[in-house]
């Protein structure tokens, strides 16, 4: 064990994983990382249980599970959770962070690449083919939570109140998520009935036995002493950038906006990136203005072609924003920096959840109200993420759109005098590819790109 490691942290019981072939195995894995969370999970699954045998398949869920309880990014707090496992603190710092570098330096030069050539018909055409093939994407993903979640009536009827609360009312997102949290406690508490009862508790392991030994990966009972060092620590690395950003560009800037304000999304991004996207999609284009609604879907696009979580689509938001509101910096400088601050503080507080949590959480698995609360906000996250898909709908299919207002509700309705023709063909030719030719994100997204480029290309109205 490294002499720097934490008091407390797990050890590793087998040398038979020197920590420099873990970095090379995490690096590996970070460049597979496409196709949302479910992708990236897979991969983890056939390198680390089935291929390399580190961990058994009990130990990868029973940490799948837990990731699944927190908010942020649960693929990446996976792998951080495993390398914390195997490796101690360093492990899953390394882990974590080269889940996300990939996809950082990636997105980085496409969203630079968009503000320099975004206006020209070539990388226009590529945008109008992408955003399209997003609507069928977004529609697979409420699709395949649905069909996880949505095992009950009641549970049903979480879902489409969400979904109401935020089309029609434009309830915030965290209330939502909170709702939805007490409603699945609540039904637990006085109408247990209503509540699906399931859990994991027979799978097995199959295959060799793994490198390190179940029970010898998790070892270490919660320590107030480490805890607060976890907490103090976590909470300095947090939050000193911010707020010498703060400090040196003005509590107004853009620089302050967008690191204040995903800060806060940080830590209710419950359901992934798809579920808290219709929350950042609504302040970054109504409340802030960074962006305009179609470039929400552009920028969604380019984080389904890179490696890593979905949610470094709030890195090309930053860029824009700060790219269009510098203050005296170059527009680039500016742009730059404000994306890398955002990214910082959207991953950290994953990092923080897990190194921190894991002790408390692991203890509490079995607590049957807990559960049922998670249960809850995944069922809401199906109607969250059905909002987000026609939220991407109206503002990819039409050109205009036109808000219905009343004492209780505000609509945003299409103008459908406005319909793009070719973007919904494309959408069409994008659902057949995935739901009925069952081909992957990435090679969806590729083919449509083309058929927007050439549709561009021949003069067709692709804008």
Known sequence: MSSHA?????????????????????????????????????VMQRTLVEDKRWIGQRRFLHAMNYCMLLPGPEAQQLATYIGWLVHGTRGGLVAGGLFVLPGVVALLALSALYVAFGSTVAVTALFAGLAPAVLAIVVQAVIRVGRRAL?????????????????????????????AGGAG?????????????????????DGPAPVIPDDALHTERPSGRRTLRVLLVGLLVWGVPLASVALLTGAHSVFTEQGLFFSGAAVVTFGGAYAVLAYVAQQAV????????????????????????????????????????????????AAVLASLLVTWVTFVPSFLFVLLGAPYMERLRGNRFLSAALTGITAAVVGVIANLGVYFAVHTLF???????????????????TLRPVGLAIAIVAAVLIFRLRWSVLRTLGLCALLGLAAGLSGLMVS
């Not at 009827?157 to 965290?174: G, K, M, R």
């Open 185 to 205: 406690w609540a039904l637990a508490r006085w109408r247990p009935g209503a509540m699906p009862q399931g859990g994991t508790a027979d799978t097995r392991d």
């Open 286 to 333: 109504q409340v802030y203005g960074w962006l305009a609604p179609g470039e929400m879907v552009r920028g969604l696009a380019l984080a389904e072609t890179t490696p890593g979580p979905l949610i470094m689509v709030v890195q090309f938001v930053a860029f824009l924003g700060a790219h269009r509101d510098p203050g005296p910096l170059d527009p680039w400088v």
């Open 6 to 42: 934490v008091p407390g942290d797990p050890v590793p019981v087998d040398p038979a994983i020197p920590f420099r072939t873990a970095v090379g195995v995490w690096f590996a894995i970070s460049l597979q990382t496409f196709g949302g969370p479910a992708g990236q999970i897979a």
């Open 399 to 417: 050109r205009d759109t036109r808000t219905v207002d009343s004492s209780v509700f505000a609509l945003e309705l299409p103008d459908p005098s």
């Open 151 to 179: 095992t009950s009536t009641a549970l049903v009827a979480i879902a489409v109140t969400s979904f109401l609360a935020l089309f029609l009312f434009a309830v915030p997102f965290p209330v939502v998520v909170l709702v």
